[in-house]
DNA sequence: GCCGTTTTCGGCCCGACTGTTTTCAGTCG
């Protein structure tokens, strides 16, 4: 699939574009056609082999041109001229937070700026105040835009955002001015990663709000405040965001304010061909301007036409083509998690005794959990040895007997060798409750050679679940080199389990991946690989990355009842 | 650069806030 490549040249050309002054509808172009094609199911090398390239919406002659050109060549010659005329050094200026492109051309134009380091060193010597459209101020927020940038290249994990937002809530929610409140945003979306938690608020006083806001006790700087938009900035340098409006525009702005950008342009894009206008204050006749809705988020889907779109299927990735056909799915919903697949105890790498985390299962309202302990090759987790297995299911067969609320599966987390073999034999295998395999040592092997091992492990009798698939951590490690879709074909073909592995920095498979998944007729657990029984909150994300993905509630084995899990896996 | 149930030309989402300005450009979401 090349789709990513064309995605990535076409992204990097408007950047260019953007630097060098180009009209905005332009640069607009090349994103539209770079985000749709990135979330294509085709292969873009097959649509353009097959001169189906103007049937992409946003991709007219000029781009199905250049399509050609990369898929064919692998390269484009437009994207060579602009670097010339633009070095590479520059378009790095455009993350720093406050830096567009028209500043970023000034101080590329003007004083010959061409990296992030040179850019901090010009800051710091006072040499940009006296550039046009610059100045003190201007100087200083480069530099600490520049460290934000150092400190947390820019985005945090989801439950980092996640936590501080929560509390952030339970704090306003004290405000007595404040009628609705909601965290917006991607956030709201649940994204994998956040770049700053957006607040939304309806109040008569907003000015009130605002002081109540910005005295938080964890901000530590105020980078805004106006009587309806307030940032600030919280001491573990996480930039949160507040909107109050009236009443009546709560639900437009909720809207609004959630996103995606993608999903809001797009809706907007439809409601104004059906005579409307929407902004973060209602949705508007478009000739007389006259309101029509915008009190809560479903009035404004329903009056453009569709049913409630929720907030994780927000990305334009296909929600209002399934909205309009009444296609939407069901998604799995937070509280239809029956128990945990993932777990590690003392007998591995976990720091708490099976007992302290099946009390924990049953105190979430669990009705399983199954402890999963490395396999024996896994030396340094402290791997489990065959002797060990046998200690490990007599203590958990009489753990069952003493807490007869919850039932404690006995699993494993078995190790894939670099041949596709496990690390325990068929006979130690068929002991277990369920078979999780997974990929732990030699992350570097060629595509090929990682797609076969990976399907050698799933094709053995006693698996049924395949852990974190891809491997990746985010902003950590790149997911392994394997062939996602024959892994798909595969677990379909095996009766084989993907997991949504919900800890944080892994989220594996993603949302994207899933969906693929779910679309190929494969079906999934959800796993928190917690190492302690305070990481099994770290559930919810991977609901959430489950309901990115489109999921319901039937694709997804937590969800079923504990005889019907018994009865699937055999246990 | 794309697109058309008003349009093949002229729109394309737009409002809030900041900082640098003396009325507005740039950035962000």
Request: charged fraction near 30%; aromatic fraction near 8%; hydrophobic fraction near 35%.
């Amino acid at each position: 699939m090349k789709n990513q490549v064309v995605a990535e040249i076409f992204n990097t050309i408007a950047d260019l574009l953007d630097v060098k002054g180009e009209v905005f509808f332009k640069t607009r172009a090349y994103r539209m056609a770079a985000q749709t094609i990135v979330t294509l199911d085709e292969d873009i090398e097959k649509i353009a082999n097959q001169g189906r390239l103007q049937t992409i919406p946003g991709v007219g002659a000029a781009l199905a041109e250049k399509i050609k050109e990369i898929v064919t060549t692998g390269k484009l010659k437009y994207l060579e001229r602009l670097k010339k005329e633009i070095p590479a050094g520059v378009l790095d200026l455009l993350s720093i937070q406050g830096l567009g492109p028209r500043k970023v051309a000034a101080l590329y134009k003007n004083r010959g700026i061409t990296s992030i380091a040179a850019l901090k060193q010009a800051a710091s010597s006072g040499q940009l105040r006296d550039l046009e459209g610059f100045g003190e101020i201007t100087e200083r927020n480069i530099l600490r835009g520049i460290q934000l940038l150092e400190k947390t290249s820019g985005r945090v994990l989801l439950h980092v955002a996640y936590e501080d937002g929560m509390r952030y809530l339970t704090y306003l929610k004290k405000c007595k001015h404040i009628t609705h409140l909601s965290i917006a945003g991607s956030l709201r979306r649940m994204k994998e990663t956040i770049g700053d938690v957006d607040i939304l608020a309806s109040s008569t006083q907003p000015v009130k709000v605002m002081e109540v806001f910005v005295s938080y006790p964890e901000v530590t700087s105020v980078l805004a405040k106006g009587t309806t938009k307030s940032s600030v900035l919280l001491n573990d340098n996480l930039q949160v965001d507040l909107r109050v409006v009236e009443e009546k525009s709560y639900g437009a702005a909720l809207q609004y304010f959630t996103g995606s950008k993608e999903h809001n342009v797009t809706l907007r894009g439809i409601a104004i061909r059906k005579g409307y206008k929407l902004n973060e204050y209602g949705l508007f006749e478009k000739k007389t301007d006259k309101y029509v809705t915008g009190k809560t988020e479903g009035d404004i889907y329903k009056k453009i036409g569709f049913s409630y779109i929720e907030p994780e299927l927000r990305e334009n990735r296909g929600e209002f083509e399934a909205a309009e056909k009444k296609r939407l799915p069901t998604l799995v919903g937070y509280d239809d998690i029956r128990g945990d697949f993932h777990v590690h105890s003392l007998w591995s790498d976990g720091s708490d005794s099976v007992e302290t985390l099946a009390q924990a299962a049953q105190q979430k309202g669990y009705s399983f959990i199954g402890i999963t302990d490395h396999s024996q090759s896994l030396r340094i987790a402290n791997g489990l040895t065959e002797e060990d297995i046998q200690k490990k299911l007599k203590e958990i067969e009489r753990l069952n007997k003493k807490l007869p609320d919850i039932r404690i599966l006995c699993g494993t987390e078995c190790d894939i060798k670099t041949d596709g073999t496990l690390d325990y034999p068929n006979k130690v295998l068929k002991q277990f409750d369920f078979v999780y395999i997974a990929v732990h040592t030699s992350f570097k092997m060629e595509r090929e050679a990682m797609t076969k091992r990976i399907i050698r492990g799933m094709t053995n009798e006693y698996v049924d679940f395949v852990a974190h698939p891809t491997g990746r951590l985010i902003s950590k490690r790149d997911p392994y080199d394997v062939d996602l879709q024959q892994l798909i074909d595969a677990a379909q073909e095996h009766n084989v389990r993907l997991e949504i592995n919900a800890f944080p920095d892994r989220l594996d498979l993603d949302d994207t991946a899933a969906k693929l998944a779910k679309d190929h007729g494969v079906g999934f657990v959800l796993g928190t690989d917690s190492h302690n029984s305070n990481h099994m909150e770290f559930m919810r994300y991977g609901v959430a990355t489950a309901r990115r993905g489109w999921l319901e509630k039937k694709d997804i084995l937590n969800t079923y009842s504990l005889s019907q899990i018994e009865k699937i896996l055999g246990a």
